[in-house]
């Protein structure tokens, strides 16, 4: 009996690897059909997620939802618009004139390498980094041209941009609105033992991930910009809003952002990016072990294996949108399946056995 059940269980988590990866296969080709309308859906409903705590902050205020609504887009409406007259020229300039330093910097960095493997083979060091600057080089030069071509298609593209700019406010509008109504009626589809906790652990999750990693990321850019500028570091505002950008990859972000600066600026300056590195290391080991915790605290529970895996699972399905949203995703996952457990569990009733005294009768 117990060999039978176990070639049971065998043969039930044989079958589950394949299902499993059908599913992701299936998902991910929805995804690719429906890549840009799932896009501005997804980000809409983050947008909604944000906007939602000081909508509810005006609320206790006394406010009525609309007019908490309207207040809080009329105001992100003018942040942005006071951002896209400010920084976004600047943002532009740096980026342009970044990509036209890229190949003198190449140059400087192949004549530092050259004399620097001229000392190595004086001592016979076994060690070829001509060879290995100019394959570097040559990969940088051609990314760099790359994004260089595509400004043109980029600025074709505005227009579209655009378009898609109003759509989002406008989708998040509604769904500040009577996002309600639609969220409680798609979960009333579900059994109220699975609906539930699954919505309110979807509500918990993106909320506090997406909200916790922009704090992160403003820090990062609030933090860096200012110290980049104290450096005279070329770009500074461009550098640090990339790293605050990075932010908001999850785990990894900050690192790879603070990687990629570091090795343009090394290109130019090795001495400077190496403080920018430490600048930039510092900050970060601020972030992670101070405010992360604060903010984010254990809020998933889920291992960091799981989250790694999650992050590659949505890196292959939907690029970055879709490492985005893995960690929260995964995170209410576990949330309803703990809490599925937790329903299924029998109620353990204690007795209690009371001697009595025949006198007492």
């Known amino acids: 009996m117990r060999r039978s059940a176990n070639l049971q269980r065998l043969l039930i988590l044989g079958l589950t690897g394949p299902i499993v990866a059908l599913n992701i296969w299936v998902l991910s080709q929805i995804f690719r059909y429906f890549e840009h309308l799932i896009t501005i859906l997804t980000i809409s409903a983050i947008l909604a997620f944000l906007l939602n705590y000081p909508v509810r902050v005006l609320e206790r205020i006394r406010f009525k939802r609309t007019q908490a609504v309207i207040i809080v887009l009329v105001v992100t409406l003018a942040v942005l618009v006071i951002l896209g007259v400010t920084l976004v020229p600047i943002l532009v300039d740096q980026t342009t004139q970044l990509f036209k330093n890229i190949p003198d910097w190449l140059e400087t960095s192949n004549q530092n390498l050259d004399q620097l493997d001229a000392w190595t083979k004086t001592r016979r060091l076994p060690l070829d980094l001509k060879g290995f600057s100019r394959r570097v ?21 505005t227009l579209t941009g655009l378009i898609d700019v109003v759509f989002v406010v406008v989708l998040a509008f509604y769904m500040l609105l009577y996002g309600d109504r639609l969220w409680k009626g798609l979960f009333n589809l579900l059994p109220s033992q699975i609906g539930l906790p699954l919505s309110e652990s979807l509500r918990l999750n993106f909320q506090n991930f997406f909200i916790t990693q922009v704090l992160l990321g403003l820090f990062m850019m ?103 949203v893995s960690v929260p995703l995964a995170g209410t996952i576990k949330d309803t399946i703990d809490t599925l457990r937790l329903l299924r569990q029998p109620s353990v009733v204690t007795t209690e056995t009371v001697s009595r005294n025949p006198n007492d009768i």
Not at 248 to 254: D, E, H, R, T, V
Not at 286 to 314: E, H, Q, R, S, Y
């Open 137 to 157: 080089s040559f990969r940088i030069e051609n990314q760099a041209q790359a994004l260089a071509s595509q400004a043109f298609g980029v600025a074709l593209g």
């Open 222 to 324: 609030a933090t860096l910009t200012p110290i980049f500028l104290t450096l005279n570091l070329p770009f500074a505002l461009l550098f640090g809003l990339l790293i605050g950008v990075a932010e908001l990859i999850p785990f990894i972000g900050a690192t790879l952002g603070i990687g990629m600066v570091t090795l343009l600026v090394m290109l130019q300056d090795f001495w400077l990016a190496v403080w920018v590195a430490i600048a930039s290391i510092f900050m970060q080991q601020i972030k992670d072990n101070v405010l992360a915790p604060k903010l984010m605290g254990d809020f998933t529970g889920l291992n960091p294996i799981w989250i790694f895996i999650a992050l590659l699972i949505g890196g292959q399905i939907a690029g970055l949108l879709g490492v985005l």
